[in-house]
């Protein structure tokens, strides 16, 4: 069985998508006109997709960290510029609790708080 989309709850949509078209360079979609609450949809490459919607009072696990994230691929040779982006417009990065093999960081989104771990790409995804 194969994915068909991660869904973000937010209080703001708009903020939200507009931080992941900023830095991470997701371009919006043509959505579904059937939903029941504001939405955007995102592209994040090769028809996948994420969407982003409205959830009234909404806030992120406490247990957002290194434990629980959303993990995406970057180009290695633009992992400075990104986190140079990222703080820029707001985001805390910082560097993982544990080794690994795999060149990568983590980012808190400042519009909800959701933490992102960015594992470096040495080819296009």
């Given at each position: 069985m194969s994915r068909s989309h991660p869904t973000l709850?937010?209080?703001?949509?708009?903020?939200?998508?507009?931080f992941l078209e900023k830095t991470l360079g997701y371009a919006r979609v043509t959505q579904p006109a059937n939903s029941l609450v504001e939405a955007v949809w995102l592209n994040i490459q090769n028809g996948q997709q994420i969407q982003v919607v409205f959830a009234e009072g909404f806030t992120v696990s406490r247990f957002d960290g290194e434990v629980g994230h959303i993990a995406v691929f970057h180009p290695a040779a633009e992992f400075a510029?990104?986190?140079?982006?990222?703080?820029?417009?707001?985001?805390?990065v910082f560097e993982p609790e544990r080794p690994s093999r795999f060149a990568r960081f983590f980012f808190r989104?400042?519009?909800n708080g959701y933490v992102f771990e960015v594992f470096a790409s040495h080819f296009d995804h």
């Open positions: 709850p937010t209080r703001d949509v708009q903020a939200t998508a507009s510029e990104l986190k140079r982006r990222l703080e820029r417009l707001g985001a805390k989104e400042p519009v």
